[in-house]
């Protein structure tokens, strides 16, 4: 095989390309007004150009040369000698730039990206879409693909992609997964039965629910997977922990292992994905759940709480009344003492209403009052630009949600989410749990209960220490701590 090395290949000069096409050279500088000609071109079935050019915005990162570097040593730690390597979402080539392959291929949507492309020979840009070539043949699928939320893919972007992923894998996407889960799947798809994926991507792949399918395909095959996870603040503007996902097709002992980069750039091997000896709090379903029992509901998500929900100046200055036309919420419990361990009148006067915080939420299950429609005719349309309000027949009209007896918070940095014993009958908003059906008694042995546990080795730390306890995860402990109650669950 005639291998040539990234580093030391000597580079191509790129001269043109053809119009939204194939193009096997980088470019001299173009104007913003090609480039978008271009994009709207390779983009035309994606949807409407503001969801394309705000997904595109949200891909332009690049990842530093150090990463491509330690990717690359990860990959030759496994493959001594690597024929064809694919880099879908490929921007400038950078992942060309190390390794000793024969053959490089990289798919970039932007052009504007491969501008200043600096090649090996044995290296070649195209600028297409990812997902519109079947590759079957490469050995080693490499790159960083973009970290989109699901909620900024444009939808013909998701449906397309779903549907060659569907027909490749068999895999059905969940509609949470962000972008880069579709590349992962279009990675190990276009690799052939002995290929090696290793792809930078967020180390919550490892425990996601949204990313299920994926791992269940991945363990189904017994394919290896490595996974290295990365020291934070690689990315400076992603909020996420990424890692150096490797997955070895030509390894079929079903075997998973967790690494962590330690402060001197080396990996110590982690006993379970969260770090800790009894892995990851497991997911329960509400249909594992008896009616009756206990349970954690998310915090209503009404549209927008820029406008339905509001601070106590809002309120008085729209003259709503209290019990009439609004009711307490909270949105965050981040700001609240750790002494403070029950939302009572006192501690929402000073906590919320004093200070200014979101505190009331619009009442929507009774005739509105005069002045709270003429609140809601007054906000500009602008206010409430959001798919959820717009979906529905009067913008402003969510279920109202029913008061919890305990309010948790979603995210935390100690051993536990702050939770308070809600005695003033406050509705959950946004990133606030509600846990319901819980007598007196209960609520005092569950505070009990979760003030004790330390939960911070079984779940996932993001970005800068945070964890983030997901709604199923809080039913699971929910049920551990009744256990004795509970005893069939
Ligand atoms: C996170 S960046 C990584 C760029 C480069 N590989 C790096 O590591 O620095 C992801 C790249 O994917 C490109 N991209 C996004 N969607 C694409 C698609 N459907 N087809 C090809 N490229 C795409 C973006 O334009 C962006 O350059």
Known sequence: MDLAC?????????????????????????????????????????????????????????????????????????????????????????????????????????????????????????????????????????????????????????????????????????????????????????????????????YEWVSRPSVKALRNYISTQRWNVSVYRLVDNTFNSVLTTSSITIVDKAARDGVWTYFEETGSGDYTQLPSPSGGPDGVITYLRRSEMGKSEPRAIRGLSPGTQKVLTLSEGERARFGLKMGRDVVPCITTLRHLPADVKELNEASFQTYYRDIGRKCWLIRTDTKCSKTLDAYLDSVPPADYHTRTCLERAQWWRFNMPPKPELLVAMSFRGRFPKIVTNTIGARAVGSVYGIYNVTVAQTERLTAYFNDIDIRDRVVAHSNGLRKIEVNQLNTLLIEAFADDFPTT
């Open 6 to 202: 990234g580093r030391e290949g000597c580079f191509q000069t790129l001269a043109e390309g053809r119009q939204g096409g194939r193009m096997t050279s980088a470019l001299g500088a173009e104007s913003e007004a090609e480039r978008i000609h271009n994009l709207i071109q390779l983009t035309r079935d994606w949807g409407v150009w503001d969801a394309v050019s705000l997904y595109l915005d949200r891909c332009q990162v690049d990842t530093p040369m150090n990463l491509v570097e330690a990717t690359w040593r990860h990959v030759q730690e496994l493959r001594a000698s690597v024929g064809k390597v694919v880099d879908f979402g490929a921007g400038d080539g950078r992942f060309s730039l190390y390794g000793c392959y024969r053959e490089y291929v990289g798919y970039e949507i932007d052009r504007d990206r491969c501008n200043n492309a600096n090649l090996p020979t044995n290296a070649v840009l195209l600028n297409y879409c990812a997902f519109s070539d079947t590759i079957e043949n490469a050995d080693i699928c490499i790159g960083n693909p973009p970290f989109v939320r699901n909620q900024d893919l444009p939808d013909g972007w998701r449906q397309h992609a779903s549907n060659v992923l569907l027909k490749r894998t068999d895999v059905i996407v969940s509609g949470l997964a962000n972008a880069w889960q579709y590349f992962f799947l279009l990675a190990l798809a276009s690799l052939k039965d002995d290929g090696l994926c290793a792809l930078v991507i967020p």
